[in-house]
């Protein structure tokens, strides 16, 4: 868990921002409505995307610019939306205006290798805003490019592909999908292998809504105590988890809880530890606010290539002197509680309730959240170039918000190991505080 002595920096050499429009003819100045889960405030932010290439002596002379450029624009045949920009009715209703003027693209170098940034591939990268540049005036939610892609060479013939998603748009499962169909139109595919599916209307609210479930993740609690801290004063780390770390954590986990999976018991760990750090009072509320795939939870499922948000952000909530004096083994449990608390009916129940309250965010206020997006696919990417070095998020505590996610990310280390990576994002003396109670975690033995 060392981290860099010496940050590496490096210069970009930007080309002049291009729109990228679709590559022929697609249906304009249609407007197509989100999901009433799309367009709550939560998800009114870009998240930044960073995909590692290594040079692969099978694309010499191939351009990974040109390859990705041209890919883009056939993809958008397909994926038009992505071509257009967001408008807001009344009722704060997001909806697509399919203009095709097409998506933010940079071309880019660097006069760096790969080999210069170490072993393990993992966030915070360095440099990362001279990877993604951030345009001025293409970052709003509304009327803007809904993705910015920059494609930055390496010296080592190696690349970096990086991307900045409205998160309105698509979760991670329809971003990497919408990936993959540009790595099969680079491969030579004349459409993708799933068909996009718009279909937003599936997770709109009831007519009349109506709330049949506590969505307490939505409360809104008073800063009192000053808790939330502006981004730009926080730390950002990455801590790897193996197949060692788990086992480590598992020890601790009572017998009843032996079957919770490996992102049950990190999100304890990691709740548990990042309160201590913070150290809040004792009779604080606090909140772990897990991002719960529902996609599989609704009958029928989703259609097969439906690129909108298809999960719920139910919290767990207990007290800081609770959670922190308490065995792991209490964590645990509320931690599986909340996730099975989604259902199709709180999914029908939580579109509802956003319609009805306005399309709130949720409470950031003492809330850890936490996004897995080990199974997203990102790594598997591939533009012709090979899978990527690395794949996911670019960071923890994207956007403005208060309360921004950490994220687990499907992960490779030095020494051949797969896990995964988790990304927190903690103001300075609490990192240090979380980085040595979970090493005290970690070595602790069960009772």
């Not at 209490?330 to 099975?340: I, N």
Request: glycine fraction near 6%.
């Amino acid at each position: 868990m060392a981290e860099l002595t010496t940050p590496l920096v490096f210069t970009v050499r930007r080309c002049k921002p291009e729109l990228v429009a679709p590559a022929k003819p697609t249906p304009h100045h249609e407007f197509k409505q989100l999901s009433d889960i799309d367009d709550q405030e939560s998800l009114r932010f870009q998240i930044p995307i960073i995909q590692i290439y290594r040079y692969n002596p099978s694309m010499h002379g191939k351009d990974p610019v040109k390859v990705i450029r041209e890919a883009l624009a056939q993809t958008l045949v397909f994926y038009y939306p992505f071509a257009g920009r967001l408008r807001e009715w009344p009722g704060r209703k997001l909806v697509v205006e399919c203009t095709g003027e097409g998506v933010m693209f940079i071309e880019a170098d660097a006069d760096v290798t790969l080999q210069q940034f170490g072993d393990d591939l993992q966030p915070p990268f360095p440099c990362l805003e001279e990877l993604l540049f951030d345009v001025p005036g293409s970052e709003g939610i509304l009327n803007c490019p809904l993705l910015l892609i920059q494609v930055t060479r390496l010296k080592c013939g190696g690349f970096i592909f990086a991307l900045r998603l409205n998160h309105t748009m698509s979760d991670a499962a329809g971003l990497v999908q919408f990936m993959t169909a540009m790595g099969e139109m680079a491969h030579g595919a004349y459409a993708p292998s799933i068909p996009p599916v718009w279909q937003r209307h599936i997770l709109n609210a009831r007519d009349p809504p109506r709330v049949t479930c506590i969505h307490r993740e939505y409360e809104e609690v008073a800063d009192t105590k000053g808790t939330i801290i502006p981004l730009e004063s926080m730390v950002h780390r990455s801590f790897f988890f193996g197949p060692t770390e788990v086992s480590a954590l598992r020890r601790l986990v009572p017998h009843h809880l032996s079957q919770s999976t490996r992102f049950e018991v990190l999100t304890a760990s990691l709740w548990r530890c990042r309160t201590i750090a913070l150290q809040p009072d004792r009779d604080e509320e606090v909140r772990m606010i897990c991002i719960v795939n529902a996609r599989v939870k609704l009958d029928p499922l989703l259609p097969t290539g439906y690129y909108g948000n298809g999960f719920a952000i139910p919290a767990a909530i207990t007290t800081a002197g609770k959670l922190c004096e308490s065995p792991l083994g209490y964590a645990l449990e509320l931690v599986r509680k909340t996730k099975t608390d989604v259902t199709e009916e709180y999914m029908r129940s939580l579109a509802d309730f956003l319609v009805i309250n306005n399309r709130p965010h949720y409470t950031a206020v003492r809330s850890c959240v936490v996004s897995d997006v080990t199974r997203a696919g990102f790594r598997d990417v591939d533009f012709g170039w090979g899978k990527a070095a690395f794949g996911g998020p670019a960071k923890a505590g994207v956007g403005a918000i208060p309360g921004a996610p950490s994220f687990y990310i499907a992960y490779k280390n030095s020494k051949g190991e797969d896990g995964v990576v988790i990304t927190i994002c903690l103001p300075a003396p609490a990192m240090k505080r979380f980085a040595e109670e979970l090493d005290y975690l970690l070595s602790k033995q069960a009772h």
